[in-house]
C-alpha cells in the first residue's frame, strides 16, 4: 500500500503541513538529498487492515525552527519539551494528510517520540517510503512505513 504514495507526492504533504503550520516553504523536492542527523524523531501509526506509520525527523536547528513557526516563538524561548510536543504536533497533522493520500479508512494512533538511534529500525526493511526536504537552511526527513 505504501508503494502507492510517491515520493513527490509525500514530499508535497510534507511540504503543505510545514508552510501552513509553521510558515516554512520547503524547496521543490529532488532525489538524493542527504538526510540530517536526527536530533528528535516522532512518528505515529495508522491502525488497521494496513497498518501505517509516519515519521518525521530534523537534527537540533531543524528541530528547533519546526517548533519555533508552530509556536509563533523565539527559538531561545522553547525547551526540549515545547519542541517535542511540536513534533507530534506536526507528525499528526501529516498523518492525516498521508491517510487522506492513501485513502484509509483508518484511525490515527498517537503520536510518539523516537529517540534518535531508533530512526534507522523504523525506515529499514525496504517497505518505507522516505524523503528528505530542505527549506535551505535545514533539512527534514519524513518516512511512510
Not at 8 to 29: H, R
Not at 88 to 111: C, F, H, I, T
Request: overall charge neutral; charged content about 15%; aromatic content about 4%.
Amino acid at each position: 500500500m505504501v508503494a502507492k504514495l510517491a515520493p513527490n507526492v509525500l514530499a508535497g504533504l510534507v511540504a503543505k503541513v510545514m508552510a501552513t503550520s509553521c510558515g516554512i516553504n520547503f524547496l521543490p523536492f529532488k532525489e538524493g538529498m542527504s538526510a540530517p542527523v536526527p536530533w528528535r524523531a516522532a512518528s505515529l501509526p495508522i491502525n488497521g487492515g494496513v497498518p501505517v506509520a509516519v515519521g518525521i525527523t530534523s537534527d537540533q536547528s531543524g528541530c528547533f525552527a519546526l517548533a519555533s513557526g508552530l509556536l509563533q516563538m523565539s527559538p531561545g524561548d522553547l525547551d526540549n519539551g515545547m519542541v517535542e510536543d511540536s513534533l507530534r504536533e506536526l507528525v499528526n497533522m501529516l498523518a492525516g494528510q498521508v491517510k487522506r493520500a492513501m485513502s484509509l479508512d483508518q484511525a490515527l494512533g498517537l503520536p510518539e517520540i523516537v529517540p534518535p538511534g531508533d530512526v534507522a529500525k523504523r525506515i529499514d526493511g525496504g517497505q518505507s517510503k522516505t524523503v528528505v526536504v530542505s527549506s535551505g537552511s535545514f533539512q527534514l526527513m519524513c518516512w511512510v512505513t
